[in-house]
C-alpha cells in the first residue's frame, strides 16, 4: 500500500510518482526508499529547502570535493560556488570575478575597464578557447540590456570597474558608485572601438583569494538531516514502523517547520556513539540510529565527521531497537549497512 511518511496520507489525496532517496542524489545519494513511501507533493513542497542545504549549508565542501549535479563524479558536472571575487595574493589590487570548483578557481569571461583608457579582457586560464570565449562575450556584450549584479569593493581604484558575464546574467565590480551611470557609456565605445581583440593571451599564475558570502539557514540544515536520519528509518524499519504515532512531532516538523526541539549540532564530547575510531571511507556520509532509555536518536555527518548532528526521532519509545547504520561513500558511488561496512573489515 502506497502511504506518505510525512503527510501520513494515501491515494487518490497524494500521488507517489518519484522515489526518494536517502540521501540527496546532489551530495551522491543512491539508494532509495521503494516507491510508495514518499509523495510526490512531500517531495514538491521540501525540494526548496533541501536545495537550500546542498547549495548554502555545504556550499563549501561540495564546491572543493564534490559531488556535482544530481551526485555526478565528472568534472564538467562538478559544483561550482556562486560568483566571487578573486583576488591575487601577491597583486591584492589584481581583483577578478570568478567561482571555485572542486577546490580551482576559474575566472569567467570579463572586461577590466580603466576609465583613463584602458580596457583588458580576461577570460578562464584553465580553458583552452580563449578566443571562442573573447567572441562569445563581444557577442554577448553587443545585447547588454543595463542589468547586473552589484559588487561594490574597495579593493577597487576609483578609476576602475569589472564587467562580467557568466551564464546569461552579467556581474559588475567597482569601488566609485558614480561609474554606474557610465556602464552603457563605456560598452559602446568598447564595442566601437575593440580595444582587446589585439591583446595577447596571458597565462601567468596567480595565488588567488576568495572571498565568499554564504547564507546557512540552519532551520532549513536541520530539517533536512532529520528528513534524511527519517528516510533511512524507513528504509530499514518499513513503512509501519514508521507511520506510529510517537513519531508524529518530529513528521510534523519536518514538514511544518517551527521551533526546533529536536535537532542540534553535537560536539566531539557529546558523541556516544563510539565509532569515530573506525576506518570509514573518505568524506563519506554516515547515519547512526540508536536507542537511549526510552528516545530514538538518530545521527548524521557529512564529508567525514563534519556538520555532525543528533535528532531526537522519538521522545517515547517503548519497543526495542538494534543500533542501524548507513554509509554513503560518494567518491566509490558505493552504499552500505553499518554490519556490511564492519564485516567488510572483518574479511580484509
Known sequence: ????????????????????????????????????????????????????????????????????????????????????????????????????????????????????????????????????QLYDFIAALETFNGQYILYEDDRFSDEEMILGYYDKKWYLGLKNHDLTLKVSEFIQKILEQRPFEKQKVNHDMFQPKVSQKLYFDMNNYFRTCAKIVFNYLAYVKGLDFVLNSCFDPIRNWIVNGGENEFSQLIQKEDDEKGLNGLPFPDSAHKIIITKIKNRLFGYVSFYGSSFETMTVLADSFSGTFEIEGYICDWKNRKEYTLVEFLQSLHNR
Do not use: W
Open 1 to 132: 500500500m502506497k502511504h506518505c511518511i510525512y503527510l501520513k496520507g494515501t491515494e487518490p489525496t497524494l500521488s507517489f510518482n518519484s522515489r526518494e532517496h536517502i540521501f540527496p542524489a546532489g551530495i551522491g545519494g543512491i539508494q532509495m526508499l521503494p516507491k510508495g513511501y514518499v509523495s510526490d507533493q512531500f517531495n514538491n513542497s521540501f525540494s526548496k529547502i533541501e536545495m537550500d542545504f546542498m547549495r548554502n549549508s555545504l556550499a563549501l565542501p561540495r564546491q572543493f570535493y564534490g559531488p556535482g549535479k544530481r551526485g555526478s563524479l565528472l568534472q564538467k558536472k562538478a559544483t561550482k560556488s556562486k560568483i566571487s571575487i578573486i583576488e591575487n595574493i601577491n597583486n591584492p589590487k589584481d581583483i577578478t570575478f570568478g567561482y571555485i570548483s572542486l577546490g580551482q578557481p576559474h575566472n569567467i569571461p570579463q572586461i577590466k575597464i580603466n576609465i583613463n583608457g584602458t580596457c583588458t579582457f580576461i577570460a578562464d586560464k584553465s580553458a583552452p578557447n580563449y578566443m571562442e
